[in-house]
């Protein structure tokens, strides 16, 4: 499951997540949040015509997830994204307030779009900096819906993230540490493969 608020330029994705450390093999999971590009298409049909959205080239992540042997609601691997070279991620960026409180940290970064990031705030279409600003308590709410202390089990963090099926098998297949993978956990992700 994933909402999606999207603006003129811009859309915000909340969602659950669930990922395989590729060293450790230790599993965390929590909310997590994006920004991305909208890309740009040519008009389609009449006036009335619905037109294509695509949430394009991704612009900023924070990742407020648990690991799975702590205990829920502790953000002891919180981390963000503040930049991608083209869609992948720069490595974790750490921030104690990201742990400590997490929701604050995350309205702040919607209120001042991105301000405190390393070069600076987020480069956006005035009237969408406008409106996103004012969507820092619904982006909020949305991923305190998908946070870590929410999600109880495989079966249920597989059916918030069943979408990212192949993502998690990719985490499987190249875990170094395989023998400390919990086969048992990851089991929905792994049936039909």
Do not use: N
Not at 135 to 158: I, K, M
């Amino acid at each position: 499951m994933q909402h999606i608020l999207t603006l003129s330029g811009v859309a915000v994705v909340v969602r659950h997540w669930f990922e395989i450390d590729l060293e450790d093999a230790s599993m965390e999971h929590g909310a997590r949040i994006e920004l991305r590009e909208l890309a740009t298409h040519p008009r389609r049909g009449s006036e009335s015509a619905a037109q294509l959205i695509t949430l394009d080239r991704p612009l900023w992540r924070a990742d407020l997830f648990d690991r799975l042997t702590d205990e829920p609601g502790t953000f002891g691997v919180a981390h963000y994204h503040p930049e991608f070279s083209g869609h992948e991620p720069c490595a974790r960026v750490w921030d104690p307030e990201l742990t400590t409180r997490p929701w604050r940290w995350l309205h702040a970064q919607f209120v001042r779009l991105g301000a405190a990031q390393p070069k600076g705030p987020w480069e956006l279409d005035p009237a969408d900096a406008a409106e996103l600003s004012g969507l820092a308590d619904a982006v909020v709410t949305l991923a305190r819906q998908v946070s870590p202390d929410r999600c109880h089990s495989a079966a249920e963090c597989f059916r918030l993230t069943r979408d990212a099926r192949e993502s998690v098998q990719l985490m499987i297949g190249t875990v170094r540490q395989r023998d400390r993978l919990d086969v048992d956990w990851v089991k929905p992700w792994r049936v039909g493969h």
